[in-house]
């Protein structure tokens, strides 16, 4: 497995060890989750080099590599092709794994962890064990992948390189669709139809679920669920109705109406129909996560759970046993995962990477932010502190990230994380921090973040650390220059003087 230290990579490893398979890999650097991978069995080489496919005597039968993060002249795909040893993409791999049990898998251009994290908890709340294969560790169980002890399995179906086409699911869910990876597709055209393709290879008896509140999503449906209905594919919708109008004849099993923010996460009334429930069973879902987005992936996840292991209509206790479930889910890796606080200050770090992700992480922090205030907190700032990455998708939604961005009271853009992609001229963190409207600083130098955010943030202030790449890594570095900067007992007024923030008077520092 090349690149077997990876989100997607090294869940497939756990469950291949764990089904009796001898599994070797390599991997540019060592990580926690390789040493992890090591004490379950398998055999894992720091550095790429063609002797990696020597660790087990009489060398691999098959290669599993990925489309987006190793190239195709990395050395172990070079030395494969030439000895003639089959190269599987991780997708594939995983579709074999499905054969023989109900698969649940969660498609969409957001949303896709923390939608198949909640169907996991949710499923094994209710009683069945299920084999899943998430983008990001569960803090419950804190792994991306298990091999359950019933034939059911739920998986992020990855639309990035069009590899979700490997699958033959029972049951799809499709958070929403929006732009992007336009950098592979290389049209918006394109990137909509691989979603109508794969929603073409559910299985008869299967179920399609989409989100009504998501124009994307809800088209899809409109698009296909004739011809799915004809093979036998139930096609059912969650949401407030936004955009029902585009899906005509799509039931909406699960209305969202209302959500009410309540400190660090929220409660969301839910009025579900048959099929799923008989018509108007309302139920109040609390969730310990902010915003509405969170609420329509629960209600996906409930959905999805509730298909796929086909407990029958106006079976209640389930759904109750599902709710409760994601009621008590604690959250993934990198999804508002809170990093600690110093001084009065909350470091909170997200995965956001594309506008509509950062939009909602924002929003769900001010909701949240406005809900303490309700309760007599005092008020606080939204600090985001943003690294864009791949420079196309910084050249392609600059306007789009600032506008997200403009949420925050307060802005640092740090420069872009090119990750696969060679540096575009003229394109870096500062393109999305001249178009900022909020008060923003252009911070080019890791070296550097940390102090300049703890010189930003005051006491009652929560910081947010965006984006896919290293920026994650700042979340410690932050704390740490908070601790220096605003003691635990320095008066809560005290960074509260009345004059303008330190740093945000100009775009570069």
Not at 239 to 244: E, F
Not at 319 to 334: C, E, K, Q, T, W
């Amino acid at each position: 497995m090349v690149g077997i230290g990876g989100a997607g990579m090294s869940g497939l490893a756990r469950i291949l060890l764990a089904r009796g398979g001898q599994v070797s890999g390599s991997d540019a650097k060592n990580s926690r989750g390789i040493l992890e991978l090591r004490t379950r069995g398998a055999r894992v080489q720091v550095g790429h080099d063609p002797s990696a496919l020597d660790q087990i005597p009489g060398g691999p039968s098959v290669v599993v590599t990925t489309h987006a993060a190793i190239p195709k002249t990395n050395p172990e795909l070079v030395a494969a092709k030439s000895r003639g040893i089959p190269v599987l993409l991780r997708p594939r791999v995983l579709a074999q794994l499905m054969v023989g049990q109900r698969s649940l898998l969660i498609a969409g251009t957001h949303g896709k962890t923390s939608t198949t994290s909640m169907a996991v908890v949710a499923l094994q709340h209710a009683g069945t064990d299920p084999s899943f294969a998430i983008g990001g560790e569960l803090n419950e169980s804190g792994t991306n992948a298990h091999h359950g002890g019933d034939p059911v399995f739920v998986a992020e179906a990855d639309e990035s390189d069009g590899s979700l086409l490997e699958y033959t699911p029972d049951v799809v869910v499709v958070t929403n669709i929006d732009a992007d990876h336009l950098d592979f597709f290389g049209s918006i055209e394109a990137y909509v139809d691989v979603f109508d393709r794969f929603a073409a290879r559910i299985v008869s008896g299967g179920a399609l679920v989409v989100c009504l509140d998501d124009a994307g999503s809800a088209a899809l449906a409109g698009r296909v669920s004739g011809a799915l209905t004809e093979r036998g594919v139930t096609v059912l919708g969650y949401g407030r109705g936004t955009h029902a109008d585009l899906a005509p004849g799509v039931p909406n099993v699960a209305t969202l109406q209302s959500w009410e923010a309540r400190g660090g996460g929220g409660t969301a009334t839910v009025r579900f129909a048959a099929p799923l429930c008989p018509d108007g069973t309302e139920r109040q879902l609390t969730l310990p996560l902010p915003g509405e987005h969170m609420a329509l992936n629960a209600l996906a996840a409930a959905i999805g759970a509730a298909r796929v292991t086909s407990f029958a209509e106006a079976d209640i206790e389930p759904l109750d046993g599902i709710l409760a479930g994601i009621g008590s889910f604690g959250g993934v890796h990198r999804r508002f995962e809170f990093r600690g606080q110093r001084g009065g200050v909350e470091v909170i770090d997200d995965y956001a990477h594309h506008p509509t992700e950062v939009r909602a992480v924002l929003s769900a922090a001010q909701d949240m932010m406005s809900a303490r205030a309700g309760q007599g907190s005092s008020g606080g700032r939204v600090i985001a502190v943003f690294q864009p990455h791949l420079y196309s998708r910084t050249l392609e939604f600059a306007d789009e990230f600032a506008a997200a961005l403009d949420l925050a009271d307060a802005v640092v853009v740090a420069d872009v994380y090119g990750a696969r992609e060679a540096p575009i001229p003229g394109v870096s963190g500062r393109t999305i921090a001249d178009k900022l409207a909020a008060p923003g600083v252009f911070a080019p130098d890791l070296s550097r973040l940390a102090g300049q955010v703890a010189d930003l943030a005051r006491r009652g202030d929560v910081v947010l650390t965006l984006g896919a790449g290293d920026i994650t890594m700042q979340g410690p570095e932050i704390l740490a220059a908070l601790a220096d900067r605003l003691p635990e007992d320095r008066s809560p007024d005290a960074h509260d003087t009345g004059a303008e923030d330190p740093g945000l008077t100009g775009q570069v520092s």
